[in-house]
Structures are given as structure tokens and as C-alpha cells.
């Protein structure tokens, strides 16, 4: 049985309400004790954490690793890095890939490539329809036998209502929640924006933000009906945080997450044409931005997720309209929300912790986010005092499509480890003789 | 200097462009915008002589290089730069293959490495002009990109209001039409309030959204209303496509609301001018005898545009050498 002493750092776990000077021991992978000045002999190795803070591992819900059929972009290998390197012990990975995971075989082979080639927990997401087409139902009982942790067509909209009820009619009987990427390509139409001053200005044509609420409103109706788990999936819009609201008000089983950068960036950021700014949803305008952040404040959004979307360097430079949607955020997700909410006195660390680490476990009804005694070592050490500019060489991912490159952070990830195993150390954080001694 | 200085033009002015690049009329300044239209007055003596030509770009070579047709944008600027001495290429890529991205940058860095000096470029997505000039160290000239600014029509435009009623500060224009699709309409958008007119937008909803009013202009839906009191009455074409997305009806009821005849021309400002940056749909927003009448400047616009393109290339000149001698 093996022992380790993560001692001299501060223990940060809002779901025990510690935020304190703490030792934390793990044996077997599993944390056995938090506590004030554990022994040192009590263990097989130390870890210094001298200056950090140890919060649970970071869970996201949303991610693209792109194999099989994009591995030019990411591979679940290096989309396992990034997310090492951002802090996060568990992530879901959507099905868009090609071919589509909409089989046991495909969620196989996710799951043995994650086993043999990810450094972290990675859990496929399935499709909802076959090929993601929103005609034909997957077999979802086949497929979350196989490993399948949720049920998605992400990238695309299951645009038809009633395929969407009868799916959630089939997943509230198996127990998980359907993944909803809500849009209304209609209203979307050629849209590549935001639709508003901006768009107007730049020529480019706007995506309404009814094109996301309408649907949002319309499938909070059938989880209602249904009795079925929707999960809304990143938020970007004050009307759809309307409709979330007034769901959970009415008891009806709808969760959300929003992304970091519907949280600190704005349609104003596509000025000059920048690819880094296009995504799906589009980044809308700052009264959206303050209602997101307001209802993830309230609970009406229970966490965040990055919807981390790698593209090859070149396909992002490009004219904008010709440009993939998407921006990755594993790495940089903590960083970004710490500098400007927790740095800026706007939130406190518990809050960020448990928004990243303890929500999504719950909404995925996991036993994760947390460093009570018994429960998986699955943690991270953050530096919360020190001040660098993010560049490319902070990142782990194959994509480099990152709209924070050249931001000042003043947090970052300083190891990750994983049921125990050190997964992730920062080089910057530990010298080689530091991390030759206590790692 | 080098000691092969370009001749001079009519009224020579020691004055340039801050910029290598024309992307747009929103990054310049009124002083930038008058300093264009008063050179443009000279040109414009050039053009009517019978010799039209002056070696002032000899050597140089400009490349049109048009992603979307369009005889007559393409044909003013090739008139403008023969007058000058360049020489013209003219690179027609009305196919898509090359025209999004990685395809787009290998052809204008081909189109570089040639030799271009100018690099006058028409394409569909809009930011194109921009993300080119971003790549390239030859000047870049927008001739439109997508929905977004067409800065030398603007440009000939306010030239040709000026020329006509002798002030720009202080008028009316009404521009109406599908404002929405339209790069003219930004274009000229900037260029009018930047040099001190009101402007009016005017048509349905779905192509006037009233957001247009966040760049400081009027929107109206009642023609009467946008017409009222206008000096200038500028119409855009209305293309049938936007019909097909259902964004009005038909042809017939944007006609029977929008339309000008001669009798709504009675609407606006006495002796009111019209103009349209072509080609016109005769019929559609314009019936055909307001267009030959001796209030329209349809083809005063036309012959302007060679001008105001030579007095661009010019001035371009400038800012090229002044960025050459910075590095030196």
C-alpha cells in the first residue's frame, strides 16, 4: 500500500467547506485523511506543496478530442495532456468525430484509447441520433453498457422535437442526461456571429440569440413532459438563462453549464475579424455576458464546462466566415476565470473551485469534486501567486487556437495527479532539484 | 527620394495616407477623406484632357484580382491605373477553389512575389481585404469585401455630391434599399458622416434593422418619412435572391413601397439629386425616367470613379514610400 503526504500546502474543498492550512494523506490511490500536521512518518513519499493550494481534480463536460478522424487537431492523448495540464482529473469527450460515436464499437474505441493513451479519467459522450443525423435513435442502453457517460449530438442540434422526446423518454430510463447543443438552424441560418451593432457593422451575417433560446425553451418543455435529464449545454444567452431559471423554479430536471469565454468575452471581440473569436454558440453582447455570469452566481448555470474545440493552426487563419467554429480551453479555463473573477475580489476561490470540481460531478451524479476521506485522489495543486503571460509553450494540446494567448494570468496549474499518480507537473512551478526532492 | 521620382500630379500635395492600405472609409479620418476628393479634382482634369495619360505610376504594376465579377468596379480601376502609367494585370478567379483561406493567401503571396505594387481586391467574405493586407507587404485596395465597406465608391460618391451641390457638411442623404447586404451602404455610411451630412437609411425590417441606428444614422420604413427633406435620394439595387430568402414578398411590393418615381422624387428636398452605384434594375427601385433626368447622377458616378481611383493609387504612393524610407 502505497502512502503520500501532500503536506505545508493549503486545502481548498468547498464540498467539506475547508479552506485551510491542511495535510491531506492518500493511501491507495484514495484520500485517507485531511488534517492539521500529519506525521510525515506515516507516509511512503512526500509532496512539498509549499505555496499552493490543493483543490479537487476539475471536471468538464464538454470537450472535442477529435480522434478518430481529426487527429491532426487532437488526439485523446494530447487532448489528456491539455487537460492534465488545466487542472482536470475527469472530462467527457462529444462524439463529433469521424466516424461518429454512435456505436459500441465507437465507444470502445474511445474508451481503450483513453485506457492506453490518456493520462486522465476520459468519458465518451455518445450521439443521441446515428451519424448525429437527428433522424434515427442510438442505442443507448448498448451504449452506456459499453462506457458512454452521456448522450449528445453537440456540434449539431437535434433539431427534430420529437426524436429530442422520445430520447428523453429513452434516457430518463437509463439515468443520464442528454447533452443538448440548442439551436435552431433556421434562425441560425448564415449566421456567423452574434447578431447585433457589431455584426452590422463588420458586414457579417448575425445568429440571432433566440436561436439558441427558442430551443432551449422547447426542450426544458419535453424534459418536463418527459420526466428525462436535459443538460444545457453552453449557455450563452439572457433569454435561454430565462428559460433555465424558470425550469428549475418549476421542479423540471434541467442542469447547465457555460463556457470561460462566454463568461470574459463579448461579440466585441470579433473585431479585426478574429477567428479566435468564432464560435458556437457566438459570443453575444456584455448584457449576456453579466446574465451568465449572474445566473451561474445564482445556481440557475450549475458549472462550467470549456467546450474545449481544437482546429489546426491553418484552418483558423482564414477570412472569417471561412473559418471552423470553436477555440480550445482545457488548459487555459482555470487561469482565465481565477484572473478575472477570483484575482478581481468578484468571487471567491470556493466558488470557482466548486463551479469547476464539484457541479459537474453532481450533475453527472458522480462521486467526484471532492477530498473527503475515502474518496479518489483525484486533485490539483494551483499557484495562486504569480503573474505570467499565457503563450503557445503553456500548451499541451496538438491546436493552438486559443484567444488568451498574450493574457496576463495570475493562477496556474502546478501538478495534477490522478487516483493518486502524479499526472501533470508544471515546470514552472517545480525547479528540478525541488521536484527531484519532494516529487 | 529616389532619383526616379514619380511626376507629380496636377496639384501636387505634400500630404498622404497614414496607411500602405484602402480597407475601408471607417478607419480614415475626414482630413484623409478630403485630401482623396481634392486630389481627385485634378485627376478628374487629367481624364477629360484628350491625352489622358501622366507617368506617375510608370514601373509600377497593379493587379486586379476580382473573386466575385464585376466589368465595371474592375474596368474603372484598370482605366485609373493605365492613366497613371502602371501596369495592369488583371486576375479573374471567378471559381471557388481558391477562394477561402490557405488557397486565398497562396494566391496573393504568388501575386506578391510577381511584383505587385497594388493589390485591388473584390471578394465575397467580408474581411478579406483585411486579412490580405495582413499577409502581404503591397498595398491592398478593398473593391469590396462581402456585406462589409467598398471605400472607392464611397469615395466617388461623395466626390460626385460635391462636385454637384458644392458641400457635403450639412445635407440630407437618404439611402434606400437593402442596407443590410450592402458594402456601398456602410461605406458611404462612414464616408457621408465623417464629412458632416445627415443620413436616412430607409426600407423593410428584415434589410433596415433598426440596429443600424448604433452607427449614427436615422432608419425609417415609410419612404416618405426618409425622404423627407433629403438632398440626395441613393438608391442600391435590390437583387431578386433576397426575395427567394423571403426577405420581402416580391419584387412588386418592394416596388409599390419603395420604388422611386418621379413623383416621390417630390417627397424629398426641392431639386433633390439621385443616385444609384449600379447596375441599375430599371423599374424596380427606379423607374427609368428618373433615372435619365437631369437630376440623376448615375453617370457622373461612373466617370468620377476613374478619378477618385487615380487620386487613391496616388496617395497610396506616398504613404508606400514614406513606410519604404522608415525602414531605410
Known sequence: ?439 | MSTDAPAPPPEPSAAALASKDLLGIEPLSADELTLILDNAVGFKEIVTRTIKRVPTLRGRTVVNLFFENSTRTRTSFELAARRLSADVINFDVATSSVSKGEALLDTVETIEALGADYIVVRHSSSGSAEFLARAVKSSVINAGDGAHEHPTQALLDAFSIRERLGRIAGLKVAIVGDILHSRVARSNIHALKKLGARVALVGPPTLVPKTFRTMGVEVHHDLRDGLRGADVIYLLRIQLERQQKNLFPSLNEYKALYGITPERVGWAAPDAIVMHPGPVNRGVEVTTSVMESDRSLILDQVTNGVAVRMAVLYLLQGARNRAADSHT
Open chain 1, 1 to 439: 500500500m502505497q502512502r503520500i503526504l501532500i503536506h505545508n500546502g493549503i486545502v481548498a474543498d468547498p464540498s467539506q467547506g475547508l479552506h485551510d492550512r491542511l495535510d491531506l494523506l492518500i493511501e491507495d490511490g484514495r484520500i485517507a485523511e485531511v488534517a492539521k500536521d500529519i506525521p510525515r512518518d506515516r507516509a511512503d513519499r512526500l509532496i512539498d506543496a509549499q505555496g499552493f493550494t490543493i483543490s479537487p481534480g476539475f471536471i468538464d463536460l464538454h470537450t472535442h478530442l477529435r480522434e478518430p478522424g481529426g487527429e491532426g487537431s487532437e488526439t485523446i492523448e494530447t487532448g489528456s495532456r491539455a487537460a492534465a495540464a488545466g487542472g482536470f482529473t475527469t472530462i467527457y469527450c462529444m462524439p463529433n468525430t469521424n466516424p461518429v460515436c454512435d456505436t459500441r464499437t465507437g465507444v470502445q474505441f474511445v474508451v481503450s484509447r483513453a485506457e492506453t493513451s490518456g493520462i486522465i479519467r476520459v468519458i465518451p459522450v455518445a450521439s443521441v441520433t446515428r451519424g448525429q443525423k437527428g433522424e434515427e435513435l442510438a442505442e443507448f442502453g448498448a451504449l452506456l453498457e459499453t462506457g458512454a457517460g452521456a448522450f449528445s449530438d453537440d456540434g449539431h442540434p437535434v433539431m427534430n422535437a420529437n426524436i429530442m422526446r422520445r430520447a428523453l423518454a429513452c434516457t430518463r430510463m437509463l439515468g443520464v442526461p442528454i447533452f443538448d447543443h440548442a439551436e435552431d438552424m433556421d434562425l441560425t441560418g448564415a449566421g456567423v456571429m452574434h447578431e447585433g451593432p457589431v455584426s452590422l457593422r463588420l458586414g457579417l451575417p448575425g445568429i440571432p440569440r433566440i436561436s439558441e433560446s427558442t430551443i432551449v425553451a422547447r426542450d426544458i418543455a419535453l424534459a418536463d413532459e418527459t420526466g428525462g435529464h436535459i443538460h444545457i449545454c453552453h449557455v450563452s444567452a439572457r433569454e435561454s438563462v430565462e428559460a433555465i431559471r424558470e425550469g428549475k423554479r418549476n421542479g423540471i430536471r434541467v442542469t447547465a453549464e457555460v463556457s470561460p469565454h462566454h463568461l470574459t468575452m463579448t461579440d466585441e471581440a470579433v473585431i479585426g475579424y478574429n477567428t479566435h473569436a468564432k464560435m458556437k454558440p457566438p459570443l453575444n453582447a456584455e448584457e449576456d455576458r453579466q446574465a451568465l455570469i449572474a445566473a451561474l452566481e445564482d445556481g440557475t448555470i450549475d458549472c462550467v464546462a470549456t467546450d474545449h474545440a481544437p482546429h489546426a493552426a491553418t484552418t483558423k487563419l482564414n477570412v472569417f466566415d471561412g473559418a471552423p467554429y470553436g477555440i480550445i480551453g482545457m488548459e487555459t479555463a482555470f487561469p482565465v476565470l481565477y484572473t478575472d473573477f477570483v484575482a478581481t475580489g468578484q468571487w471567491s476561490l470556493e466558488f470557482l473551485i466548486e463551479k469547476m470540481a464539484l457541479a459537474p460531478a453532481r450533475i453527472m451524479e458522480q462521486p467526484w469534486g471532492t477530498l473527503r476521506p475515502g474518496s479518489l485522489a483525484d486533485l490539483t495543486l494551483l499557484d495562486l501567486n504569480c503573474e505570467y503571460t499565457f503563450e503557445e509553450r503553456h500548451l499541451r494540446s496538438k491546436s493552438s487556437n486559443c484567444p488568451w494567448l498574450g493574457k496576463t494570468m495570475k493562477a496556474r496549474i502546478a501538478a495534477t495527479l490522478l487516483g493518486g499518480e502524479i499526472v501533470f507537473t508544471n515546470p514552472d512551478c517545480f525547479s528540478v532539484e525541488r521536484e527531484g526532492a519532494a516529487l
